[in-house]
């Protein structure tokens, strides 16, 4: 099957999906309550644990939103990170089920999240989108990028361009999950290639949870590296530090 064949195949089965979950009554992915149209249900969502004030280059938690004294000592290549959510409980739930159970409805779930989160929180205005991609070894395993999922909605919703080709990641390094914070920016190092000219482009750069940063910095280390004037980080959930 031609890529322009299996593009239109899947485009077809995704509207499917959805004109079939918006068509039937929602079960809240938390509680199995009744939710309408909605995947977490108003009571639900009212407990999920909302980033608050936070540095608006790392998003880690600053009084009144303040620039952190690392990102001002350190400035990272990233310039800005949204977040809608603290990675703790019930979040790490959804996602879990988004990431590793095929639970793929999740991915509007995120992309609205991230949104909400955006429109309190204006930025740069951003003109391209780019999912943080996976080793082909890793898509392979799991069957889908999980930031491509939500790239996709993100896109249909805004009108924003999405940059999808020429952006790899050439290295499949082992899970940053199993590795200690201070190890994790070795192992992605040089992990990413793009073959894309981002000259003078502002774009957001699409994931589910930013824990470290350290995947997320040298990705943008290697969009600048193509032109890109501004990177900001768009994510679903931020981890905190073991000492926060």
């Not at 899947?10 to 079960?27: H, K, M, S, T």
């Not at 909302?50 to 880690?60: D, E, F, M, W, Y």
């Not at 990675?87 to 590793?100: E, G, S």
């Not at 952006?167 to 040089?190: D, F, K, Y």
């Amino acid at each position: 099957m031609s890529n322009f064949l299996a593009s239109a195949f899947d485009n077809v089965r995704r509207g499917a999906i959805e004109a079939a979950r918006l068509a039937l009554p929602q079960r809240c992915e938390l509680c199995a309550s009744a939710s309408a149209a909605d995947l977490v249900c108003a009571e639900c969502a009212r407990a999920l644990p909302a980033q608050r004030t936070s540095c608006p280059v790392c998003a880690l938690p600053t009084p009144s939103s303040m620039t952190c004294g690392r990102c001002l000592a350190h400035p990272p290549p990233f310039d800005a990170t949204i977040s809608a959510f603290v990675y703790a409980f019930p979040v790490d739930r959804l996602i879990h089920a988004f990431k590793y159970q095929g639970r793929l409805p999740l991915a509007e779930w995120c992309a609205r999240s991230i949104l909400a989160a955006r429109e309190k929180r204006p930025t740069s205005h951003v003109t391209r989108l780019i999912a943080l991609p996976l080793s082909a070894e890793r898509q392979r395993e799991r069957g889908y990028n999980q930031a491509t999922e939500i790239v996709r909605v993100i896109a249909s919703q805004t009108g924003m361009a999405v940059v999808s080709r020429g952006i790899r990641r050439v290295r499949a390094s082992p899970p940053q999950a199993a590795l200690p914070w201070n190890e994790r920016a070795r192992n992605v190092r040089g992990a990413f290639e793009c073959d894309v000219d981002l000259s003078g482009l502002a774009v957001a750069v699409i994931d589910d949870v930013m824990t470290t940063g350290a995947s997320l910095a040298e990705f943008a280390k290697t969009l600048k590296g193509r032109g890109a004037s501004r990177v900001e980080n768009w994510v679903v959930a931020r981890t905190l530090p073991p000492a926060a």
